[in-house]
Each structure stands twice: as structure tokens, then as C-alpha cells.
């Protein structure tokens, strides 16, 4: 099986794409060596996830790796697309996946409703020695004020998809694997894979 070294700490992102790439040894690169920051300072959700790779490609030190990371992040319409790229630091510098829920919903709350459209962005980068790449996913749904469920990570408790009436918080996991933003561009990123 080839493997596939994941450029991202977060284990939400590791477990979603180790049951959507059945096909790879997916490893985080953090199995591998020593968790290093990376300064995440682009404007896209596409050069962020570059950034992401490439630093770990380097770090590999390893011609033939293949790595591939994931920038993504949660955009409210009333909020005028916020957090967007910003969605892991929205709670501020050291905020876990619970201050930044939390942040959300009072933001859309202090806007007087109660719910706003919103969508989900991932963008898949692949660097390996001869390519560097990006294809995108989105999913489209309603932010609450409210967190409901368990199920997913981040802002999942708080987001219904387009066609349903839970959140991914609550919904079987299955939803979110059919539906997400992840497994649409792991989808492209996977016709990219194949043809290295
Ligand atoms: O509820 C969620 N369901 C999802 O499916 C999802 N995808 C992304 N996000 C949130 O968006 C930010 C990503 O930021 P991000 O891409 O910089 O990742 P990260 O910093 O957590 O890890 P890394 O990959 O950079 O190491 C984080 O706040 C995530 O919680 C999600 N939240
Ligand atoms: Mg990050």
C-alpha cells in the first residue's frame, strides 16, 4: 500500500481521511517526526494548504514522499464569510475547538437570529517531487446558535447540512462522509493520487 503523509496536527482531519483514502497508508507526519509549527499567514484556504505540504515535504527530508494536507474553515453569511481561513484561531491565539464553537454562535447571536446560511471549505494540497496541487470541496448548510450532538469535531454541533434537519453533531457519520467538503476534494485529490 503507498503511504500518504498527512501534513496537519488535527486528529478530526487524521480519522475523517484515514476512512475516506482506504486505499493509502494514510500516516500523520507527526508519526513520523517531530511536530513543528507552521505559520499558516497566506489569504486562501489553497496556499495555506500548500504552505502546510510543502513545509512537511522538507521536513521529510524524503525525495519520494507524497504529502498531502488540508486547509479548511466554516464561512457565516451574516458575518460576512467569517471565520473563513481564520476558523482555527477564532476563539484567539490558543483557543481550543470549544472556545471557537462558542465564539461563533454568540457572534451570530449578538446579530439578533438565530441561525445563518453558512458553508464549509476544504482545500487538499498533494506535493510530492515532480507536483504540487489543489483541488477544492464545499458543503452548504445553516450555523445555529445552538450546539446539538456529539458527532464530527469544530463547528460540526452547530451546522445542519443542506437537505436535513440535525447537525453533524448528531447525524450518523455516514452523513458527513457522503456530504462533506473533505470527501468532495479528497475525491478529486484521490484521481490525482492515481495518476502519480
Ligand atoms: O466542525 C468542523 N468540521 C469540519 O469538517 C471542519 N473542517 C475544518 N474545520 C474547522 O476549521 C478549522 C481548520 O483550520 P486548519 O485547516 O488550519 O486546521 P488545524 O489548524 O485544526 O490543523 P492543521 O491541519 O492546520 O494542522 C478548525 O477550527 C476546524 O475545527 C471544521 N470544523
Ligand atoms: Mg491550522
Sequence with gaps: MKKLVLATSNKGKVREIKVL????????????????EIIEDADTFKENALIK?????????EEDAVVMADDSGISVDI???APGIYSARY???DADDKDNLKKLMQDIKAKGITSSPAHYTAAIAIVTKDIEKTVHGWMHGTALTEAKGEGGFGY????VPLGYDKTLGE????VKKELSHRSKALNLAGKILKSL
Design 21 to 36: 483514502c482506504k486505499e493509502y497508508e494514510v500516516v500523520p507526519y507527526t508519526d513520523i517526526i517531530d511536530a513543528f
Design 79 to 81: 458575518l460576512d464569510g
Design 53 to 61: 505540504a510543502r513545509a512537511v515535504y522538507k521536513a521529510l527530508g
Design 91 to 93: 476563539g484567539g491565539e
Design 171 to 174: 447525524l450518523d457519520e455516514k
Design 156 to 159: 460540526d454541533p452547530m451546522f
